[in-house]
């Protein structure tokens, strides 16, 4: 058997004749009148192909490796041939190669099942596990970070501020938080609620709202946020499906740019369709658990959905005139008026459509039993007149 | 479009992965080297790359990532394997194991830095949060010279053809002390410094890579890479991005031509002759076989690219491969290579 001897020392190749032993392969001198022993392998010293390529060399032992390079496939093949039980040739990924496209398409359809499987399963199991795990002191620790971040950018309207916080607290809704409402100045038409128990309301809505139902509605829309822990299941979600995506691609590396995108998804409190349904619906239920009118809530969702009709036309316009700022980070100042638009654009695309809404709530509407009495707070009354400046 | 994975004979001795090309050094374009050069050529078969690519993501989507580095591991084994220069093929002697190690200790060090980036603001008080983003963005920075310092060390020594080593003997404080004035340049003048920045270190790496008693230098400055992204840009916006094909075979080539090979005293040049146009056929045809296949084919039209650059390239005829002595010792840490695979750095 003839291949060419590389010795680790210099990259001469040196032409040489092989014998197969029992668990060795004697090399010689092929050149040479003694045909001079160049060296002996033993089978089990032969490194591993971990993957086999079109490159017929073997190598052998510690640094600095002895190599063997064959002249023909013939001459590889019969190396591997007579030690069919050496390891050097063995590799889970070279018996895999064995079955062919069988193997490729079979690799194919697990891929597809396997992330599939953790797209619909795994990843919210995952992510509704670790947001359970969060202490609630820890929510409400980021969620005050947040909060002094935010009011930076906001402008608080402290009269209303002590108002709303009154009108809410006579909502006697539950809540395992400390909940604290403001208002401030924005003509956005809006609201939030932040992880811990940290609702904004903007003035821009107080001017939409009608009565004091409506507003109890808000707010039950939001304290449900935050009993439900929105933020932190979003962004776990969010996590644990970069996970699959960043391993489905490869690209471990740029988990970065990733977390930038989960940054901003907190930042805009953009919750998902699911949770804006969830909120809607414990929210009814807690207006009811108070006694209060769940109609208000569908009367609130009726304003917003004429607001949002004569928004979309606006924020079309105005997306066609500067369409350069669609971004959101951070630290961004997405509450200054100029990309105001741009945010009413993502409430419509991250929140069911209104009539939607009020579909499903007067589905809930219907089925509330008829003996259930609803009553008129007049404490509510007259903090909601004081908020509208009566 | 760059190609995914650097071959082994990029780390010896070209960057390439936003491959540029000096003016001086763009004669014969299209004409094939001369009779007797040494010509790289690649062997790998597309059907095995799939298989292999799709191997990999299967073990790392169950795996969660964990698997990552052996997937790495492997397609560098196919890659070098495949590569052929003078009748010989190079060799990836890393394993799955070392970049294991190396994959962790990165994530940590960056896992950390990129998590207090987007998330510290979130539990840092506002007060501070923009030093401490502004510290760890400054520490990242810092760690740049560390991962390509790490990167040369444990690539290239990984890397052998007929049985030598690659190898880099790089100091990494040399390395800083040459690089820390060019990075706060760079800063000031708001990046225009960069191409000076990029070639200094370049001419250090390429100084201090080895093969056997084979070393290397780079013939370019920080002036011909600036000239040359200034013209190429101006092309890029004149045709409305239709020259970007072209302009990246330009970068190449300037990586690739600039670097001379000196065995003994003499210097070999290496050579392209990849075309804009020969490139721009690759994409086309690569793009056109992973939209028609839903993506699958994505591995396949990353490797035709890598095949189009590998071939392209030779060295000249006068360079001896039979006359290498060993001169490495044994070296297996792999940190350096995932960070600067984190930073997105391949030289």
């Known amino acids: 058997m003839k291949a060419y001897f590389i010795d680790g020392k210099t990259s001469k190749r040196r032409e040489c004749e092989l014998t197969f032993l029992e668990g060795n392969i004697s090399i010689r001198y092929l050149d040479d009148a003694f045909k001079k022993q160049l060296s002996i392998w033993r089978t089990e010293e032969i490194l591993k192909l971990d993957v086999r390529t079109t490159s017929r060399s073997l190598k052998y032992g510690d640094f600095p490796h002895e190599a063997l390079e064959f002249p023909t496939d013939e001459g590889f093949n019969a190396v591997i041939e007579r030690y069919p039980e050496a390891l050097f040739h063995q590799s889970s990924y070279n018996k895999f190669t064995a079955f062919g496209w069988k193997g490729i398409a079979g690799a194919l359809v697990s891929v597809v099942l396997v992330s599939l499987l953790f797209f619909f399963y795994g990843a919210p199991l995952l992510a509704e596990g670790f947001a359970r795990s969060v202490p609630k002191e820890y929510e409400s620790y980021i969620g005050e970070n947040f909060r002094e971040t935010y009011l930076q950018y906001l402008t608080v309207d402290s009269t209303k501020s002590v108002q709303i916080q009154k009108f809410y607290n006579n909502l006697r809704y539950e809540s395992e938080y400390d909940v604290s409402v403001v208002v401030v100045e924005s003509d956005v038409v809006n609201a939030f609620a932040l992880p811990g128990g940290f609702i904004v309301v903007y003035s821009g809505i107080l001017e939409v709202i009608s009565n004091e139902e409506e507003l109890a509605g808000l707010l039950a829309h939001e304290v449900s946020h935050i009993n439900g822990r929105h933020s932190l299941r979003l962004i776990s979600r969010e996590l644990a499906t970069y996970l699959l995506l960043a391993s489905l691609t490869g690209d471990v590396g740029g988990f970065s740019s990733v977390l930038i995108e989960n940054s901003n998804m907190v930042s805009s409190l953009s919750f998902s369709r699911e949770f804006e349904k969830e909120a809607d619906l414990e929210g009814f239920d807690l207006m009811v658990e108070s006694s209060l009118n769940p109609e208000g809530m569908v009367g609130l969702f009726e304003k917003l959905g004429n607001v949002t009709d004569s928004l979309e036309n606006k924020i079309v316009k105005k997306l066609t005139l500067d369409s350069s700022s669609t971004e959101f980070s951070l630290d961004s100042t997405s509450f200054h008026s100029g990309i105001a638009w741009e945010k009413a654009a993502e409430i419509l695309s991250t929140h069911p459509a209104p009539k939607n809404r009020i579909q499903y709530l007067e589905k809930r509407l219907a089925g509330v039993n008829e003996s259930v009495k609803y009553s008129k707070s007049d404490s509510l009354v007259f903090y909601f007149k004081k908020l509208k400046g009566h | ?347």
């Open chain 2, 1 to 347: 479009m760059e190609e995914k994975h650097s071959n082994p004979l990029e780390s010896m001795n070209s960057n390439d992965e936003n491959p540029p090309v000096s003016n001086s050094i763009n004669k014969s374009v299209d004409s094939p080297p001369p009779r007797g050069d040494h010509k790289f050529t690649f062997h790998g078969s597309y059907k095995q790359y799939l298989g292999l690519s799709l191997y990999n993501l299967l073990l790392t989507v169950i795996t969660l990532g964990l698997y990552y580095p052996w997937a790495k591991c492997a397609i560098r084994k196919f890659l070098w394997q495949e590569t052929e220069v003078d009748g010989s093929r190079f060799e990836w002697h890393g394993t799955g194991k070392e970049m294991f190690r190396g994959f962790i200790k990165a994530y940590l060090v960056f896992g950390t830095l990129i998590l207090l980036i987007n998330f510290g603001p979130m539990f840092l008080p506002p007060s501070i949060v923009v030093w401490v983003i502004l510290g760890a963005y400054l520490l990242i920075l810092a760690f740049i010279p560390l991962a390509i310092h790490g990167m040369m060390r444990y690539r290239l020594s990984r890397t052998s053809l007929r049985g030598i080593h690659f190898g880099y003997r790089g100091v990494l404080k040399e390395l800083y002390k040459k690089t820390a004035f060019d990075f706060l340049l760079t800063i000031i003048t708001f990046g225009i410094y960069g191409s000076w920045l990029q070639i200094n270190m370049r001419k250090y790496v390429l100084k201090h890579s080895k093969y056997g008693n084979v070393s290397a230098r780079f013939a370019a400055g920080g002036g011909d890479l600036f000239g040359l992204t200034i013209v190429q840009s101006i092309l890029i916006m004149i045709t409305f991005y239709i020259y970007i094909p072209w302009a990246i075979i330009r970068f190449f080539k300037f990586y690739v031509e600039n670097t001379v090979i000196i065995q003994d005293g003499k210097e070999y040049n290496l050579k392209t002759n990849a075309t804009g146009g020969g490139y721009l056929w690759v994409l086309i045809k690569g793009s056109f076989l992973t939209i028609v296949t839903l993506g699958i084919a994505g591995p396949i039209a990353s490797l035709m690219v890598h095949k189009y650059m590998t071939q392209s390239i030779s060295l000249s005829g006068g360079f001896n491969f039979d006359n290498i002595e060993q001169t490495e010792s044994a070296y297996n840490d792999a940190t350096g290579d995932d960070m600067a695979d984190i930073l997105d750095l391949d030289f």
